[in-house]
Every structure is written in structure tokens, then in C-alpha cells.
């Protein structure tokens, strides 16, 4: 059940978000340096997103969502990031969603904090997403927009939430992996397969 909060506890929680999110950021830099975060799910990436998965859940329990008004922008960012990350745990995903709708429609989080998610989860179920913000790599090894649905519609949809044109962000999602050295696969379909395993067996599928 959620509760109220003093400012000073969620100043508390706001710099423990900051921190697991840098934290992820820093793992995640040293694995692409080594090269080795290319290589399936990394036992060392999924131990940070699972223990910041977990704590993010008794936050959630015991203060509800981290909005902008308890939490503050970096705060809320922060707690999407972790949220966006915890790509082993379909029920806290599924269950963020519903509250990050809830604060997007209050104007306490961007537009663009439910959709990414809502994407996130509708790729992992086998679904075609809705505004194109999930990408991996294709079987001719490019960096493209995985499934999406209504495809001719979708800049319309993007442009209602904050997000620029799908031809402009796979441009800049391309360059991104090339100026961090990510690389497609070397085997495609065993990663395919590797990726329909996994998803079944944290339960995004059946």
C-alpha cells in the first residue's frame, strides 16, 4: 500500500534512483568497451537490472510511482530508466505501465515515458509495437525498428508524444552503435532462437 512521503524521503529515494541508474550506466559502458555486452544478456548487466528491478518494486509497494512531484525530473528519469531496464520481470514492466499512463495523463512524467515502455512490453510479447522506439538487429545486420503496426501512421503517432520522425531516429539510433562499436551478432538465427528461449523463460511468453 502505498503511502505519503516527507520531502526529505523522497530527496532519500530521488539520489538512491540517481544512483542505480548511473550505476547502469557505468556497467553498461564498461561491457561495450570490453565488448562482451554484445554477447547475449550479460550475467553482470542482468545482476544490476535485477537488483534495481527489486528495489524499484518496494518502492513502488511502499510510495507509489516517482513522479516529477515526489522524485523531481532527474528523478522520475531515473526510475523510467530502471523500470525500462528490468527486462526480466514482465510483471513489474506491465504494472509500471499502468502508473506511468496514470502520470503522463497528470503531466508528471513525458508522453514518451509510458510509450517506450508500452513498445518495450508489446516487443517482448510478440506484438508489433506502436511508435517504433525499440530497435535490434535485423537479419542483413542493421540496427532497424522491430515490427511495428500501422507503420505509415506512425510519424503521426510519434509527433503526439515528443518524438521525432522514425527516418531521423534510425539514423541517429545507426550512428549511435557505430560510435559505440556495437555490432550485429555474428550468428543471427542462433541469436533468434537464443531470444525465443529467454523470453519464454522469464515468462514474457509461453
Known amino acids: ?99 506511468l499512463m496514470k502520470a503522463a495523463d497528470r503531466g508528471e512524467v513525458p508522453r514518451w515515458h509510458p510509450v517506450m515502455l508500452e513498445d518495450r512490453i508489446r516487443m517482448f510479447e510478440g506484438r508489433p509495437q506502436r511508435y517504433g522506439t525499440q530497435f535490434d538487429w535485423d537479419a542483413d545486420g542493421r540496427l532497424s525498428p522491430v515490427s511495428i503496426e500501422d507503420r505509415a501512421d506512425v510519424d503521426q503517432r510519434r ?6 520522425p522514425l527516418d531521423e531516429e534510425i539514423e541517429a539510433q545507426r550512428r549511435a552503435a557505430a560510435q559505440a562499436n556495437e555490432r550485429p551478432p555474428a550468428d543471427w538465427e542462433k541469436r533468434q532462437r537464443e531470444m525465443q528461449a529467454w523470453l519464454r523463460a522469464v515468462g514474457w511468453r509461453t
Open 159 to 164: 509527433k503526439s508524444v515528443g518524438l521525432r
Open 1 to 99: 500500500m502505498a503511502t505519503g512521503r516527507s520531502s526529505a524521503d523522497w530527496d532519500v529515494i530521488r539520489r538512491e534512483l540517481l544512483a542505480m541508474a548511473e550505476e547502469d550506466g557505468r556497467v553498461r559502458a564498461a561491457l561495450t568497451a570490453d565488448g562482451t555486452l554484445f554477447e547475449g544478456y550479460h550475467p553482470r548487466m542482468r545482476a544490476v537490472h535485477d537488483g534495481h528491478a527489486a528495489r524499484l518494486t518496494r518502492i513502488l509497494d511502499e510510495h507509489g510511482w516517482p513522479d516529477r512531484s515526489k522524485a523531481g525530473p532527474d528523478g522520475a528519469e531515473a526510475a523510467w530508466l530502471i523500470v525500462q531496464h528490468a527486462i526480466a520481470h514482465p510483471a513489474l514492466q506491465r504494472r509500471a505501465l499502468g502508473e
